[in-house]
């Protein structure tokens, strides 16, 4: 069972997921503008995780993900999912498929999971999952301990503390509800209650407009749909240019940043944390 202090629910990502297309997986090989955000995350992750070929990851909230083919292909790992939407894992496990790539993907609850896969991995991430539950410090303590000890936990949540936190309340509040509106010291301070050793907790890109869900006006204003996805867009592509152009105008901040990345150690055992 989740923790009661989550602010989201079965029936809520389920629905999520029935209404999405099992998505591609990532390559940061692929050279276009609209791979922007893709290449970025590889840049990040290629020093974290270059020379682990052979080692362990565990995606926790995996419904879905175009990221486990891309683990395994660019760093060698091996590749295991968890989520406990039975629809979502399905469609990760079909992206595994599509991708010729081999994985496990194990439908469970983060807080009651088997316990022959704690204390099992090398790295632990998770894209967007515990900026969802009131008391941060819990689902991360529950993440931790998947890792064995001297582990990599990377945590990556998105970042509603700045403007795109006052877009996403004001296109649509339930989505913005069910999240907590953590800023990078918020992160930090939680993973440090959790018993981890923070590397590194800070803001990540300069912008994306997608992360910013309003597909409600689909509905509400339909012939005007198109063309606000459109203008997203080209939005986005003109900040990603930027990003490319003049670094040190447009980078990584608490106000624009899309993101909040957290990258930490599970201490050793008889290490005091």
């Excluded at 069972?1 to 389920?14: A, P």
């Excluded at 790539?101 to 022959?116: C, R």
């Excluded at 991360?140 to 000890?149: E, M, N, T």
Aim: proline content about 6%.
């Amino acid at each position: 069972m989740s923790d009661e202090k989550e602010k989201t629910t079965d029936k809520y990502w389920d629905s999520l997921w029935e209404k999405r297309e099992v998505p591609q997986t990532v390559d940061p090989s692929e050279g276009s503008l609209g791979n922007h955000i893709a290449r970025q995350y590889h840049a990040f992750f290629e020093p974290l995780l270059c020379g682990m070929s052979g080692q362990s990851i565990l995606e926790i909230g995996c419904a879905g993900s175009p990221w486990l083919p891309y683990f395994s292909r660019q760093f060698g790992l091996k590749v295991t999912g968890l989520d406990r939407s039975v629809l979502g894992c399905k469609q990760a496990e079909e992206v595994l498929s599509r991708s010729g790539i081999k994985g496990q993907i194990i439908n469970a609850d983060l807080f009651s999971p088997p316990g022959e896969i704690l204390e099992a991995f090398d790295v632990v991430i998770s894209f967007g999952v515990v900026e969802h539950f009131i008391e941060t410090e819990k689902p991360i303590y529950a993440c931790s301990r998947f890792l064995r000890p001297g582990a990599l936990m990377i945590t990556v949540i998105p970042n509603l503390s700045g403007w795109m936190g006052r877009i996403q309340k004001h296109l649509d509040c339930k989505i913005y509800d069910v999240h907590i509106p953590l800023d990078r010291e918020d992160l930090r301070v939680a993973h440090e209650m959790a018993g981890l050793d923070v590397s590194s907790c800070d803001y990540f890109l300069f912008l994306n407009l997608g992360i910013l869900n309003f597909t409600k006006f689909s509905k509400e204003w339909p012939r005007l749909w198109p063309f606000a996805w459109r203008i997203r867009a080209i939005l986005d592509r003109i900040a990603w240019l930027s990003e490319s152009w003049f670094p040190y105008l447009c980078h990584s901040n608490k106000w624009t940043s899309p993101y909040i990345v957290c990258v930490a150690e599970k201490p050793d055992a008889g290490q005091p944390s």
